[in-house]
C-alpha cells in the first residue's frame, strides 16, 4: 500500500510560481508511475503530467507544456511540479496519483489507471 500527501499549494498571482510535492509513503520499488491531476469546479478531471521508473520522457497535458515540469528525488521519495507563469485557468485542486504499473499514453492522464490517491492541494492564481 502507498499514501501519498501533497502540499505546496496556495494563492499566487497571475505570472507566479508554485512547487507541488507529492511525499509517498510505503514501498515504492521496480514499475511505477506517479502522475499529477488536476481537478476545477465544475469541471473534469485532468492529468496534469506524469513520470515513470522507466526513466522516459515526462508527459504533459498541451495546457501545461513549457510551464509545468515534473521531476522526483527518490532518495526522498517525492514528486515535484514545478509550475511557472501561472494562468487563472489553473486554478484548481491538484491530485497526485501512482500506480505499480508503467502506464504509457493515453493511460498516463486515465484517474482510473491509478490505484493510489492524495488527498489534494488546493492551487489558486488570482489577483
Known amino acids: 500500500q502507498l499514501q501519498l500527501a501533497e502540499s505546496g499549494g496556495g494563492l499566487v498571482q497571475p505570472g507566479g510560481s508554485l512547487r507541488l510535492s507529492c511525499a509517498v509513503r510505503g514501498i515504492i520499488v521496480g514499475r511505477h508511475s506517479i502522475g499529477w491531476f488536476r481537478q476545477a469546479p465544475g469541471k473534469e478531471s485532468e492529468g496534469v503530467s506524469c513520470i515513470n521508473s522507466a526513466g522516459g520522457v515526462p508527459s504533459y497535458a498541451d495546457s501545461v507544456t513549457g510551464r509545468f515540469t515534473i521531476s522526483r528525488d527518490s532518495a526522498k521519495k517525492t514528486v515535484y511540479l514545478e509550475m511557472k507563469d501561472l494562468k487563472p485557468e489553473d486554478t484548481a485542486v491538484y491530485y497526485c496519483?501512482?500506480?505499480?504499473?508503467?502506464?504509457?499514453?493515453?493511460?498516463?492522464?486515465?484517474?482510473?489507471?491509478?490505484?493510489?490517491w492524495g488527498q489534494g492541494t488546493q492551487v489558486s492564481v488570482s489577483e
Open positions: 496519483a501512482a500506480d505499480h504499473t508503467i502506464l504509457t499514453a493515453p493511460l498516463r492522464t486515465d484517474v482510473a489507471a491509478y490505484e493510489f
